[in-house]
């Protein structure tokens, strides 16, 4: 089977791709790994950003229905100390560029704004070989095969596509985070709900912190971040939750049990999500008729633009061919000359707020307060 554009991961990214082709009368397939869209969580909520994010989502035609599933108020912030102390309350009054969105909401948009069949699920990719002249051949683990023209790699951190531009591989950062959630928070678990406030709420220190968000229906859904080589959350049985969150909360002993409770009173199974990073200037030499996208291209520590940069990335590659329809390597080029500055830019910033928030002084320095009487300076 021959495809003009193929899109490898039905992530963010690639469905703005497939999105923005669309809107330019531009047929493109997506090959997902997944069985259906349903087969996993798709996360929390996503701050989207007016500078990126939504500029994609405008160029795709759905900055409308986006607004409309933006969950209001969310975008409030709070900062605590380990002894649930409130040192920074930063409420949402409408004025923010960040409206926040779940994210399993927003890709169902666009999801739903493709036409049917533009998504093949279950084609989880085994390989991927160049045939010269800029075509490439991609193997699924059914033994089926796609040639393509144009491949874009749009498939995350571990991206197979990746290899056929570039040897670097992630690596670990050193911290890695756990994720749980507590539902129905106001009934079950109110005095964390009160902590935890309206929007976002940090309670850091050096090292490690617990970031909570407030989502639809009162559920808190929490990462713990601590600082700790994989070898030492290998010893930890995750299978045994209880156990796990016992083990987790002892980095955090002596912090108040409001805080500790997004922890130890979790609903869900704990799950651990080590952090990876690319080089923070990740770039490769242009291949004829292949390119990647988002994490794939420059994946980072959590820094609030991953999602962003990804749908931006998305919508400026599909842009570049729209305007060259018939040379496909002018328009790569094109793309990738403003996506390198651009994704090792945001990758320095991400890596210096990763520092303020986990390092040396937090919250305080962080807050720009005075650490003896924790009042602004």
Do not use: C
């Not at 498939?155 to 890695?176: F, Q």
């Not at 959350?233 to 156990?243: K, M, Q, S, Y």
């Not at 049990?257 to 080590?274: M, N, Q």
């Amino acid at each position: 089977m021959s495809t003009p554009v193929t899109i490898i991961g039905a992530g963010l990214g690639g469905l703005t791709l497939a999105r923005v082709l669309h809107v330019h009368g531009i047929p493109a397939t997506v090959y997902e790994g997944e069985t259906s869209p349903t087969a996993r969580t798709q996360g929390g909520l996503l701050d989207i950003h007016d500078y990126n994010g939504q500029l994609a989502l405008q160029e795709a035609g759905l900055i409308e229905e986006f607004r409309s599933h933006v969950l209001e108020g969310r975008q409030a912030s709070r900062f605590l100390d380990r002894d649930g102390t409130v040192l920074a309350d930063q409420p949402d009054d409408g004025t923010g560029g960040r409206p926040e969105i779940l994210r399993g909401e927003l890709r169902q948009i666009l999801l739903d704004s493709l036409p049917a069949g533009s998504v093949k699920w279950g084609h989880r990719v085994s390989g991927v070989a160049a045939l010269g002249e800029g075509h490439h051949e991609v193997t699924f683990d059914d033994g089926t095969t796609v040639v393509t023209s144009l491949l874009v790699g749009a498939d995350g951190a571990w991206s197979r596509v990746r290899p056929l531009l570039s040897d670097a591989t992630p690596e670990y950062t050193g911290m890695s985070a756990v994720e749980t959630h507590l539902f129905d928070s106001e009934t079950r678990h109110p005095a964390t709900a009160k902590a935890v406030g309206p929007g976002a709420m940090y309670a850091l220190a050096p090292g490690k912190g617990l970031l909570a968000h407030r989502e639809r229906g009162g559920t808190l859904h929490n990462y713990v971040f601590v600082t700790e080589p994989q070898s030492w959350f290998a010893a930890i049985d995750f299978t045994d939750a209880a156990t796990a969150a016992a083990r987790i909360a002892q980095e955090f002993d002596g912090w108040a049990p409001e805080l500790t409770a997004l922890i130890t009173d979790s609903d869900t199974p704990l799950v651990l999500r080590p952090l990876y990073t690319l080089p923070i200037e990740h770039r490769w030499d242009r291949v004829p008729g292949v390119t990647l996208l988002g994490d794939a291209a420059h994946l980072t520590a959590p820094n609030g633009e991953g999602a962003n940069l990804a749908m931006y990335d998305g919508s400026e590659l599909a842009r570049a061919i729209a305007v060259h329809p018939d040379d496909v390597e002018t328009a790569i080029t094109k793309y990738e000359q403003a996506m390198f500055p651009r994704s090792t830019g945001a990758a320095a910033e991400g890596t210096e707020g990763h520092e303020l928030l986990f390092g040396e002084g937090t919250p305080y320095v962080l807050l720009g307060m005075d650490m003896d009487d924790e009042q602004p300076s």
